[in-house]
């Protein structure tokens, strides 16, 4: 089950943005093996670039917390870099 979330956000003026809370989107999905969960969210920066990095806090069917790191990524506004 996924309980929590940690993001790291980041814009090119190099200001950062923590942001902690239950789920995601008001959800605790419970993913089995190879299942997928997909969700739409969005993330306000002052800047057209930035980059966003965290976690997924995870309880297993067997009660172990574990953390699902998520490699950073770019977040720009639409067709700044295309």
């Given at each position: 089950?996924?309980?929590?979330?940690?993001?790291?956000?980041?814009?090119?003026?190099?200001?950062?943005?923590?942001?902690?809370?239950?789920?995601?989107?008001?959800?605790?999905?419970?993913?089995?093996p190879m299942?997928?969960?997909?969700?739409?969210?969005?993330?306000?920066?002052?800047?057209?670039?930035?980059?966003?990095?965290?976690s997924y806090?995870?309880?297993?069917?067997?009660?172990?917390?574990?953390?699902?790191?998520?490699?950073?990524?770019?977040?720009?506004?639409?067709?700044?870099?295309?």
């Amino acid at each position: 089950r996924l309980m929590s979330r940690h993001w790291i956000i980041t814009d090119s003026d190099n200001h950062v943005q923590e942001v902690r809370g239950m789920g995601v989107v008001g959800e605790q999905p419970l993913l089995k093996p190879m299942q997928r969960y997909e969700y739409t969210s969005a993330a306000a920066i002052a800047t057209p670039v930035g980059t966003m990095q965290g976690s997924y806090q995870m309880v297993a069917e067997d009660g172990v917390a574990f953390d699902a790191p998520i490699p950073e990524f770019t977040l720009s506004a639409p067709r700044v870099l295309h």
